[in-house]
């Protein structure tokens, strides 16, 4: 088995379950620690700030501070700002999206908008698409933190981002640029914060349609962990299977 000197770790499903932690990956993550083995919490959660991820995170035993935790806002408001660094965008979203756009030096603004940027918007309106969808049409790009149609929580699967970001979609005709899991850019920009290798990096997660693909896109080893969404049934009629599957990160060598 190959040694990685850095991991990509995603958090619902594999650190965490919910409110409820996995002891295996907390242990893991700890270890990883110890080693001085650099980590980056990749996820595609775009409604809170990092420190408040690292702070549930610390709550739960595990080390994390603010620079440990990427989220598909954190990589959506790069990516911007790396087309037009004086791009003025229009959000639909949490404050984890406000956050990561002002970070970024993007101005928000409701008039002459240049980029359209949508995440998970637990309480949208219609005002909002309105001001989006007519945006759209005028010309701005369209931008999504990421597609998960479906937000794993303890009361059963809710609308997630896709779902909302599909409403914009379907009445201007244009399909948005995802920016998130299972999109290699996401990946590709968190690879640069750790400052390692696609070689040297093992992307770890329990969604294969999301962490695994990834992984896959952007050509980086990838560990299955059956501790969340993907099962061992779900895998049989996969053509392009992840690098490693384990049923627990108990087993994992590092």
Do not use: C
């Not at 919490?41 to 035993?61: I, Y």
């Not at 993007?106 to 945006?135: F, K, N, P, S, W």
């Not at 937000?151 to 948005?176: I, W, Y």
């Not at 059956?226 to 590092?254: A, C, H, M, R």
Request: hydrophobic share 40%; proline share 4%.
């Amino acid at each position: 088995m190959k040694k990685y000197k850095s991991y990509l770790i995603d958090l619902d499903g594999t650190v965490y379950n919910g409110t409820e932690k996995i002891p295996e990956a907390v242990q893991f993550v700890k270890d990883l620690k110890e080693q001085g083995l650099p980590y980056l919490f990749l996820t595609n959660n775009s409604t809170k700030q990092p420190r408040f991820v690292a702070d549930k995170l610390k709550g739960m035993g595990v080390p994390a501070e603010e620079e440990n935790v990427f989220t598909s806002s954190m990589a959506t408001a790069t990516y911007i700002a790396e087309q037009d660094p004086d791009a003025r965008v229009y959000p639909i979203g949490e404050e984890g999206l406000i956050y990561a756009l002002e970070e970024a030096g993007l101005t928000i603004t409701e008039t002459a908008v240049d980029y359209v940027v949508m995440g998970l918007a637990r309480d949208i309106t219609y005002e909002q698409l309105t001001i989006g969808a007519l945006a759209i049409r005028n010309g701005a790009k369209f931008v999504a933190t990421n597609g998960d149609v479906a937000l794993p929580t303890e009361r059963g699967f809710l609308p997630g981002a896709g779902s909302l970001v599909s409403v914009l979609s379907v009445t201007t005709g244009v399909e948005p640029k995802f920016i998130g899991k299972p999109e290699s850019i996401i990946v590709d920009q968190a690879l640069a914060v750790l400052g390692t290798s696609k070689e040297e990096t093992l992307m770890i997660g329990d969604n294969y349609a999301t962490d695994i693909l990834a992984g896959i896109h952007a050509g980086i080893d990838s560990l299955l962990v059956f501790s969340g969404v993907t099962t061992k049934t779900d895998l049989e009629n996969i053509v392009e299977q992840p690098t490693y599957t384990i049923d627990s990160l108990k087993n994992w060598s590092i």
